[in-house]
């Protein structure tokens, strides 16, 4: 039995082996057709257009917030400080009382004044009584000339005292309005340095407070001497625009260009520009820094997503898709705006341009666009 055993088993093996050599070229044909079929790739990216639109051509600067008028109150008298009217920091308007200063001194000077003036106002009714009298006598024949002479000159010279009276009597009442310190304009003002009781004179170097203009205010910064003959043909027609944003808060303001320096900075190639912010709300604080963005002109330009463009030794690039196949579409990039790039060369709008999935792409791949997510 173990015999008959073993002779089933080579003859078993005997065939399989023949079998192996019989069916070995068409199990060879069937790898090599596997092997060399090939195996179409398809990539999935997000896309994007590119879009022909106005696009404006900006200028990114630092500025500082400037008041526009800006005063320190002194006081024109030796005297003392009677009463303070306002706040520190509040915002005052124009003809506010904000300070009243000793007047007893002066208030004497003008009782004075007003006393010589009543007197020398008598004393010419007197001499122009006396000149109609002689005017008469004198037609009589009952004096002489020389007394109407004399009688016309006294009263010429007590009108010209009552105009010199009533010269100082003005002075001191201009004085008077000194005593009374009120607001030039309206703005916002600072603390005081005085307090009631204080002496004040006008040689003090520091002044009792200062006003600054809050509304409109503005705004100074520089920018390339390249943009200043696009600057001025745009101040000429009006179409000046510029923005400044306090860094950190987003809060920003707008307004428009009110000068240009005469001159450019022989050193930086900068010229300075300022523009003029409405700053109702006092959104701008005098002395702040900000982030300034002068728009210069606006111009008819295609943009796409910056990440859609890739950089290599050539230069940039973006993956054009057409019927589904990527392309390599050599591209000249002039400026970015808000996320875009500015597309002066390569592209001409419409074109469906990959956002995401570049790494995977080559010229001829093909692609699939992603389904957008809701909410993307």
Known sequence: MAKRRWIIIACFLGISAGAAVVLQPYWSKSQVATKSAP????????????????????????????????????????????DVHFEDGARVKQGDLLFTLDSRQIDAQIEQAEGNLARDRAQLAGAERDLRRYNELIGKGAT????????????????GTIRGAQSALDNLRVQKSYTAIRAPFSGR???????????VRPADTAPLATINQMAPV???????????????????AGATKVVAT???????????????????????????????????????WPGTLVNTKLTVRTEEAVAVPTVAVQRSQGGNFVFVIKNGVAHVQPVTV???????????????????????????????????????????
Not at 147 to 157: F, P, V
Not at 218 to 236: E, G, I, N, S
């Open 39 to 82: 195996r179409t790739r398809v990539v999935t990216v997000d896309l994007d257009k590119a879009v022909r639109k106005p696009i404006p051509v900006d200028v990114d600067a630092i500025g500082m917030v400037t008041p526009i008028s800006s005063v320190a109150l002194k006081s024109r008298l030796e005297t003392t400080i009677v």
């Open 144 to 159: 002489t000339q020389v007394n109407l002479d004399n009688a016309k000159t006294q009263a010429d010279i007590l009108a």
């Open 189 to 199: 003002i600072s603390a005081a340095n005085v307090k009631i009781g204080n002496f």
């Open 218 to 236: 503005y705004v100074t910064f520089a920018v390339p001497q390249r943009v200043l003959v696009d600057l001025r043909d745009a101040m000429k």
């Open 246 to 284: 306090i860094p950190g808060s987003g809060r920003s303001e707008e307004g428009k260009v009110a000068m240009v320096e005469n001159t450019v900075d022989a050193t930086t190639g900068m010229v300075t520009v300022r523009g003029v912010m409405e700053n109702s709300n006092e959104t701008l």
């Open 334 to 376: 002039s400026r970015t705006f808000m996320g875009e790039s500015v597309i002066t060369d390569g592209l001409a709008g419409g074109e469906d341009v990959v956002t995401d999935g570049q790494l995977l792409l080559s010229e001829g791949t093909r692609v699939e666009p992603r389904s957008r997510r809701a909410g993307a």
